[in-house]
């Protein structure tokens, strides 16, 4: 069975490698410095679980928005980082992903604490459904080359992985021999102290909007892991060795590293 399983994702790779131009693969690779410092066998796996991720997924532009296939490969591509170690089964029980052109305004209803309802109109760059589809704007994910410690495609991805064993709460589907405690000890600590400096109108290193909720607060401080481990491991280091326990992934190690060439997507 398991060869069998090996044979039909070597197949699905060659079918997918056949379909891609490689100097728009090249060419996305090196605008995604998300990706430097990458060693050569992670950054092949992690060119094989993007196409897998495409196969899987279905991108569906709205609202007029042309969808290229450097666009796809970008998604793709910041997309399998979060599960490079974990692998794509993380990202089971949802099939599409939906891009606006900018920001977008979703209606939710919302049944306040008294019970009075309400229609909530707000703006939006991301967001992830529960056994639905994620939602990005295509203006963020490209705000977030900046890598500066926002990616809405992480901050996103890691809201579905939050949901994998219900309402997103703070806290994914743990790997034996994690902590539960020491899991909620840091993340706790990180948050109770972001909120306090928000409310006294403090400068922060990290994101602000992270003091909306532990959802949030995993969310954000997930694209900071990968976008920026330096800040994060220096304000938050026992979050930092959660996300890396996690995430079974070091970015700080790489951090600053050269950039990683891309794999070879064609067969020599």
Avoid at 58 to 78: K, V
Avoid at 103 to 130: C, L, N, T, Y
């Amino acid at each position: 069975m398991r060869a069998l399983s090996q044979w039909w994702r070597s197949r699905v790779l060659a079918r997918e490698r056949a379909r891609i131009d490689s100097q728009v693969w090249a060419r996305v690779w090196a605008s995604l410095p998300l990706l430097a410092g990458l060693a050569p066998e992670q950054a092949r796996r992690l060119g094989d679980l993007a196409l897998l991720f495409l196969r899987e997924k279905r991108l569906e532009p709205a609202q007029g928005l042309a969808l290229t296939d450097a666009m796809r490969l970008a998604i793709a591509l910041q997309a399998a980082l979060p599960i490079l170690e974990l692998g794509l089964d993380w990202y089971r029980g949802w099939y599409a992903v939906i891009l606006y052109p900018d920001e977008f305004v979703p209606e939710h209803e919302v049944v306040g604490e008294d019970g009075v309802v309400w229609i909530e109109r707000e703006a939006k760059s991301g967001e992830a459904w529960e056994q639905g589809p994620v939602i990005l704007s295509w203006a963020d994910v490209e705000a977030g080359s900046a890598l500066d410690g926002y990616n809405v495609v992480i901050h996103e991805l890691a809201h579905k992985l939050d949901m994998l064993d219900g309402a997103p709460n703070g806290c994914p589907p743990l790997h034996a021999g994690m902590s539960p405690a020491d899991w909620t000890a840091a993340l706790s600590m990180a948050y109770e102290d972001l909120c306090r400096r928000v409310d006294a109108d403090e400068q922060t290193l990290i994101d602000p909007y992270a003091s909306e909720s532990p959802a949030e607060l995993f969310a954000v401080v997930s694209e900071y892991f990968f976008a920026r481990p330096d800040l994060l491991h220096a304000q938050y280091p026992a979050v930092y060795g959660q996300l890396k326990r996690f995430y079974r992934q070091d970015p700080l190690a790489r951090c600053g590293g050269a950039p990683t060439p891309a794999p070879q997507i064609h067969e020599a």
